[in-house]
């Protein structure tokens, strides 16, 4: 069984993107939706 951090990477990887992509993506939802939460670029 796979750590949520190497099925994530294996889910990127597929999508073809990288991890900065997913944190402006779910920021940009977040803002969207009026939440204050933001996740940093480099840790998502």
Not at 17 to 41: F, I, S, T
Request: charged share 30%.
């Amino acid at each position: 069984m796979a750590s949520s951090g190497e099925a994530i990477t294996r889910l990127l990887a597929e999508v073809g993107w990288q991890p900065e992509q997913l944190a402006r993506r779910l920021n940009e939802c977040a803002e969207r939706h009026g939440r204050v939460e933001r996740l940093h670029l480099k840790t998502p």
